[in-house]
């Protein structure tokens, strides 16, 4: 094993109440298909689990699944919560229902990218490799 | 990286953390890492969990360090996946069955993929176990690749090992099989609320009891275990727990039991015979290494690829190319 080898690893959570991760999984499951080491957290975390966990498995990116429409405050949460332990230049991407009007607001929040309902697996797993390598 | 090192035995989450993914992704780390921490470790009860996939090993885990948290013990937990042999990739999803862990300062996860190691674990489990023990975790939760029958790496690397059977899993033909039941310390039928749970106990217990009167395997060694040889005389026997880890039932007996299993290891020689057979398996696995490095300095690719071919084409055989490349490495 090299130096330079580094397996990308990258935190699923489904921040609040919603009960549907058929996304998560299926992004979960195309970036282990394309060789990265997913840590998956499973239905209704906190921003505090989700960051916690994100620290503990030092997690080069955060993929969010929020279909509840309270994307705007968890996502302020978790970014909040990056900042206080000095984690803010990992990542952060979002999934779910995100209408358009939001997307300036994330953007300022830091969120790097955001994929609705149409976005095929191939351009979520494009964009985690480019983010990781950038990090 | 001193500074590094200093945060992981102040016991700082982010260090530790950090530590771990330098030692998964570089030997040279590793070296380094287990070169300034060494001395800091011998401190934890490493104790593994293995089974099946779906025994229920997470929940488990889940429950063993709630009840070490009541006991206001810090706990430590590696919790290991399987990686894709095609892709390298790995879903590491036992943070789901751990949810009730989540914001106590006293708790660490750290999930790993095997990243192609046979065996449960992953190469660098036993250096990311290390860390967690100079962070000062007193007891450190290592959780295996749901295990089949011959992955028993966990037993030389925890001092007390878990092996986790669900009902259902076969008749007790299955409990007479070598392999992963004989490295228990200490056997736990889970979901004892399904149908079937009792004959389970029941063909597990049958298993240990045929050993009585004779002579039976521990960790590799023959051992006297006529009734007269058994606690009284100071040697462990294993028991058999019935948990329902969704529930918590039986968590408190399992935990005394593993309390049982360590004062036992302690009292006897026990303990330091299992850290020298740790140690031995650890050093000659670093002379493999180093002899297989060294060997590859030594001799050219051109060199090794040409007894390769010779090899596979029949102009002799792997045992005197074998012994012509080590003819060069002691030359």
Request: charge should be negative; charged fraction near 20%; glycine fraction near 10%.
């Amino acid at each position: 094993m090299t130096e330079a080898q580094r397996t990308p690893r990258i935190l699923i959570g489904k921040p609040g109440l919603d009960g549907h991760d058929r996304g998560a999984k299926v992004v979960a499951r195309a970036l282990r298909d394309a060789g990265m080491e997913v840590i998956y957290t499973g239905l209704r975390q906190t921003p505090e689990m989700i960051v916690e966990a994100a620290l503990q498995e030092d997690v080069d990116a955060i993929g969010l699944s929020i279909l509840s429409g309270a994307h705007l405050p968890l996502t302020e949460r978790v970014m909040a919560l990056l900042r206080e332990n000095d984690m803010a230049d990992v990542p952060v991407f979002l999934g779910g229902i995100i209408p358009g009007d939001d997307l300036p607001v994330l953007q300022e929040m830091g969120v790097t990218g955001v994929f609705g309902p149409g976005a095929s697996t191939d351009e979520i797993v494009g964009f985690v490799r480019g983010a990781v390598q950038r990090g | 990286m001193d500074d590094l090192f200093a945060q992981v035995r102040q016991g700082r989450p982010r260090a530790i953390a950090r530590l771990i993914t330098q030692v998964e992704n570089s030997e040279s780390v590793a070296e380094t890492a287990v070169t300034a921490l060494y001395r800091s470790t011998g401190q934890a009860h490493v104790i593994g969990i293995t089974g099946p996939p779906g025994s229920g090993k997470s929940t488990l885990v889940n429950e063993l360090a709630k009840g070490f948290r009541q006991q206001d013990l810090r706990v430590g937990i590696v919790a290991v996946d399987p990686s894709s042999p095609f892709t390298g990739g790995a879903l590491l999803g036992d943070r789901v069955r751990m949810r009730d862990l989540a914001g106590d300062a006293g708790i660490f996860i750290r999930s790993m993929a095997s990243r192609g190691n046979l065996g449960g674990l992953a190469e660098a489990t036993a250096v990311v176990v290390k860390i967690l023990d100079a962070a000062g975790f007193p007891v450190i939760l290592v959780e295996t690749v749901g295990a089949g029958q011959a992955e028993v790496d966990i037993a030389h690397a925890a001092h007390t090992t878990l092996v986790i059977e669900a009902p259902g899993m076969g008749d007790e033909i299955q409990t007479f099989k070598a392999g992963i039941l004989e490295i228990a310390d200490i056997l736990v039928v889970n979901k004892a609320d399904r149908p079937g749970a009792d004959r389970t106990v029941k063909a597990l217990e049958l298993m240990l009891h045929m050993g009585e009167g004779g002579t039976t395997r521990h960790h590799g060694r023959l051992l006297q275990t006529s009734a007269a040889a058994m606690p009284s005389n100071g040697m462990w026997q294993v028991p058999v727990q019935p948990t329902t880890a969704v529930q918590g039932t039986g968590i408190p007996e399992l935990i005394a039991a593993v309390q049982r299993h360590r004062q036992y290891l302690q009292a006897s020689d026990e303990w330091l015979r299992r850290e020298k057979d740790r140690s031995r398996r650890e050093m000659e696995h670093l002379l493999q290494t180093r002899l297989l490095r060294r060997l590859q300095v030594v001799v050219a690719p051109d060199k090794r690829e040409a007894l390769v071919t010779a090899v596979a084409t029949r102009e002799t055989d792997p045992y005197t190319a074998v012994a012509e490349l080590f003819s060069q490495l002691s030359a």
